[in-house]
């Protein structure tokens, strides 16, 4: 595996093709005389670094590259994965990209790579919905932060994707613009909010994409859908320019297919681009907790984990089983207080300033799935207050006992969990079970002949660390008896969010890929 060498750059040599040498964010060192002939097969499946390795070497040109994935996305519209597929501007985009590499000039770590977007993510010149009528015709003037960072690295804008409506859910099932299919199997979620995202590149429609995580809505569809995600540290990604729920929850997060695209990703938006070195699995101490994240899982889940944990074993990591007792009743006391509360003046706020010609009344009022109005219908019940900002139904003492207290505890108890116990990483299932039909999951889900709360038995894992602010990285690793894939997540210290993207580069080489769906 070779590994080529220029200053002030993120280097990433992908384990997943040792055959081949990546190349991300310079120059490429030398062009081919003629383009590669490239399948549509092959074309969609490219991860980030390969496709930049590709396009610099003068092997693909980011318009082909492009097309491909919009036909894909184009063939595919059963999914309804797209909101806003910027067909006439992608390709202009990556037309005057091949321009820039033609002339000499192909810089970025993304360079000439098509991306998508949750929609509630802004970028300039396309619609920004969030998934909800009342914002339908609403278009940003400004990039997000966090879109203007993987535009400047040279990424393509293919197009907004679709979610939960507001992001108040974890299904996808979206009345308005439709349930998005999973790609494995198309009448199941593809799980969310971020579902669009994670189903986009699942399906070969996008390398690349960016989703939200506020309670697991990043890595419950990226372990649904056989990819990889990282939820960041809070803070550690702007939040200017996306709909809110919670400013104390909410977070960008990039999805992609390999967690070497995941650093790659990471550092455009951070501007850390020290070499990420692989760590030695024999070196780790990683956390088993039994109680609380193993529990009640769905037979093949717990099968598909048992069997990772052995894996890790057998090469070496140490597998230390400990319990963090107390996590679920401190994450009770500051999951839904603290959103409840935030979401109605995060949203009150976001309305107004950037203009949308929305009140919080009127997109409360405009919701148009079942349960994202009942849930609106219930926070509105309350007028304006005299500052202008709805009141919702949970108190103020409520939530400073939820952000003074039980926060930082529930923050303490993770630290403590690490640092006592000498771990470099915690290993969890993502999510207790696979994706199931979409049809009647409102109502709920059956996990292990009991029918149990869809929403709060698929954030059940994935929620603690999101209230504490905690950085996590979502990785596949297998498909059950349906063919559905099945996910496992490392969680790590407060800002150790590159650390855990080693530890998590080194645990999937140890793990088998999963097969694509088959679409066609």
Not at 119 to 144: K, M, Q, V, Y
Request: net charge negative; glycine share 8%; charged share 15%.
């Amino acid at each position: 595996m070779k590994i080529q060498k220029c200053p002030q750059l993120l280097l990433v040599a992908a384990l997943t093709v040792p055959s081949m040498s990546f190349l991300v964010g310079c120059n490429a060192s030398s062009k081919s005389d003629k383009s590669k002939v490239w399948t549509h097969a092959e074309l969609i499946k490219l991860t980030t670094s390969q496709a930049v390795s590709q396009i610099k070497s003068g092997n693909l040109k980011s318009v082909e590259l492009t097309q491909a994935l919009i036909n894909q996305a184009k063939k595919h519209q059963n999914l309804n994965i797209f909101i806003s597929l910027d067909e006439e501007g992608a390709l202009k985009k990556a037309s005057e990209l091949d321009e820039i590499y033609a002339a000499g000039n192909a810089q970025g770590a993304l360079f000439g790579v098509p991306v998508v977007l949750k929609d509630n993510i802004h970028a300039a010149g396309l619609r920004n919905t969030a998934g909800t009528p009342a914002l339908s015709s609403f278009i940003p003037s400004e990039n997000a932060p966090t879109t203007q960072a993987l535009v400047d690295a040279g990424a393509i804008v293919l197009g907004k994707v679709n979610m939960h409506e507001l992001a108040f859910g974890i299904t996808s099932d979206n009345a308005e613009y439709g349930a998005v299919g999973n790609p494995y199997k198309p009448a199941y979620t593809a799980g969310g909010s971020s579902g669009g995202s994670a189903a986009a590149l699942a399906a070969g429609m996008a390398v690349a994409a960016l989703g939200t995580d506020t309670g697991g809505s990043v890595r419950i569809p990226a372990a649904l859908n056989g990819v990889y995600s990282l939820r960041p540290t809070m803070g550690r990604y702007a939040q200017e320019g996306v709909t809110p729920i919670s400013h104390t929850r909410d977070t960008v997060g990039p999805l992609a297919r390999s967690v070497e695209d995941l650093i790659i990703l990471d550092s455009v938006i951070t501007g850390e681009n020290e070499l990420v070195p692989s760590k030695a699995l024999n070196t780790l101490r990683i956390g088993v907790p039994r109680s609380y994240y193993y529990e009640n899982l769905d037979p093949e889940m717990a099968a598909a984990a048992e069997g990772v944990i052995q894996t890790l074993r057998d090469a070496g990591a140490s597998l230390v089983e400990v319990d963090m007792l107390g996590v679920a009743e401190l994450n009770e006391k500051v999951g839904f207080p603290v959103v409840l509360y935030e979401a109605v003046e995060g949203l009150t706020r976001y309305l107004d300033i950037y203009n949308t010609g929305v009140t919080f009344s009127e997109l409360a009022a405009m919701t148009a799935s079942p349960d994202v109005a009942g849930l609106f219908s219930t926070l509105t019940t309350v007028d304006e207050n005299k500052d202008g900002v709805a009141d919702g139904l949970i108190p103020e003492s409520v939530y400073q006992d939820a952000i003074r207290t039980y926060r930082p505890a529930l923050q303490a108890l993770f630290q403590s969990y690490y640092d006592d116990n000498q771990l470099d990483a915690m290993l969890i299932p993502t999510t207790p079970l696979p994706s199931r039909k979409t049809e009647g999951l409102l109502t709920g889900v059956e996990l292990n002949g009991e029918i149990v709360n869809t929403f709060g038995t698929y954030i059940r894992n994935t929620d603690p660390d999101s209230n504490a602010g905690l950085p996590g990285v979502a990785f596949p690793v297998a498909l059950n008896s349906e063919g559905l894939p099945m996910g496992m997540q490392l969680g790590g210290p407060a800002h150790s969010d590159r650390a855990l993207l080693a530890i998590a580069m080194s645990v999937t080489a140890a793990l088998p890929m999963l097969p694509a769906p088959d679409l066609d």
